[in-house]
């Protein structure tokens, strides 16, 4: 299995600051048929699915606000929130979907 | 849009069967793959397996011998079979869609979530 690690598991931000999670995979999810990262990023609030906000590494879910952003590729991925919102308080994680599915631990984002 | 609904029963004794059905609705059955997903408490998302149109199935290694995926192209509807559950089947699980044709892909749509508990 390819393990995925989210650093750091919990967060505060101001409102309007940015917020980083950082995403990390045992193992290189990059499919190089189409030279694309097999890794997505959800947000889940308190009852409710997980919703999909990025897959390939860096593209945005159709509706996802532009503030939320992807990148990295290989074994290292960033999610960035670039001004925190009160509707962003929630769960987010990585997944990698190259082999199989798994998902990370979960990074909780809160208000400072 | 589609949507997914989860149902079957909350409480399962051990060592006997967990049976839930995904309803799906606003679209078709057909093409994609339909897939469970189950988070235990306090731990993290773990995938179960998917089923695609075609009847073909995929599970995760640590469950594929208590695994079973169906689908019923007439009642749009999947359904996950699981069998000897113990407290560690203790659960929150989830339906889910595929985005793309393609099976490596996320899930770009997921049911509520139903909670199991084997007790």
């Known amino acids: 299995d390819i393990v995925m690690t989210q650093s750091p598991d919990s967060l505060a931000v101001s409102l309007g600051e940015r917020a980083t999670i950082n995403c990390k995979s045992s193992q290189s999810v990059l499919y190089t048929s189409n030279n694309k990262d097999d890794l997505a990023w959800y947000q889940q609030k308190p009852g409710q699915p997980p919703k999909l906000l990025i897959y390939?590494?860096?593209t945005r879910e159709s509706g996802v606000p532009d503030r939320f952003s992807g990148s990295g590729s290989g074994t290292d991925f960033t999610l960035t929130i670039s001004s925190l919102q009160p509707e962003d308080v929630a769960l987010y994680y990585c997944q990698q979907y190259y082999s199989s599915w798994t998902f990370g631990q979960g990074t909780k984002v809160e208000i400072k | 849009q589609v949507e997914l609904q989860e149902s079957g029963p909350g409480l399962v004794k051990p060592s006997e069967t967990l049976s839930l059905t995904c309803t799906v609705s606003?679209?078709?059955?057909?093409?994609?793959?339909w897939t469970w997903i189950r988070q235990p408490p306090g731990k993290r998302l773990e995938w179960i397996g998917y089923i695609h149109n075609s009847g073909r199935t995929n599970y995760n290694p640590s469950l594929k011998s208590r695994v079973t995926i169906s689908l019923d192209t007439s009642k749009n509807q999947f359904s996950l079979r699981l069998a000897s559950v113990s407290a560690a089947d203790t659960a929150l699980y989830y339906c889910?869609?595929?985005?793309?044709?393609?099976?490596?892909?996320?899930?770009?749509?997921w049911g509520q979530g139903t909670l199991v508990t084997v007790s």
């Open positions: 390939w590494a860096s």
């Open positions: 606003g679209g078709s059955i057909s093409s994609y793959y």
């Open positions: 889910a869609k595929s985005k793309s044709f393609n099976s490596r892909s996320p899930f770009d749509s």
